[in-house]
């Protein structure tokens, strides 16, 4: 059986900057569902042209609105390159670049040049849950993501802080304070 051996991490996107190379909807898509996880993300966009709708999602974050053709030069300063053009050449161009400068690129629905997957993202408070297929079913993630966002209630960040300060008052070693929150949430699951 194949295994995912992807490594989840979970990025503070507003000390990043992301960059998204395309303006339609591969672009808009990617843009919405990483400012409803990230509000305070720091993106930019170049594209020829950008859909209505990717503007108006534009103007509710942190997000540069550049209109020009992708030139090497836009990824100057970036940490995170998403590509999403209509153009497989122009996509495999910006993954090129982006490996020879070390930077972590995703090019969209491409699998072989990508660096990291969007995948399902469920928030509730202060919880993420992040949802990955490897790559090979965005369909299945999506129905994921919804099934975990019906069943996590919405009260569960009431919890994430009461055992948050919880924990602050334990007292002992590591272990001992591990072993004790433990013991207090073992009935989480059962």
Known sequence: MERNNLYPIFLKSKNLKVLIVGGGFVAEEKLRFLLKSSPDANVTMVAPFFRED???IAEKGDVTRIED??????????????ATTDSPEVNIEIYNDCRAQSKLVNVADNP???DFYMGGIVTKGNVKIAI??????????????????EVIPENIDDL????????????GTFEEKVEQLNQFTKTLIS
């Open 54 to 56: 990717t503007i108006s």
């Open 69 to 82: 053709h992708y030139k090497p030069h836009y990824l100057e300063g970036k940490h995170v390159v998403v």
């Open 112 to 114: 072989p040049y990508c």
């Open 132 to 149: 990955s297929t490897n790559g090979k079913s965005p369909t299945t993630a999506k129905r994921l993501r919804q099934f975990f966002e």
């Open 160 to 171: 994430v802080i009461n055992l948050n300060h919880y924990r602050k008052t334990i007292k």
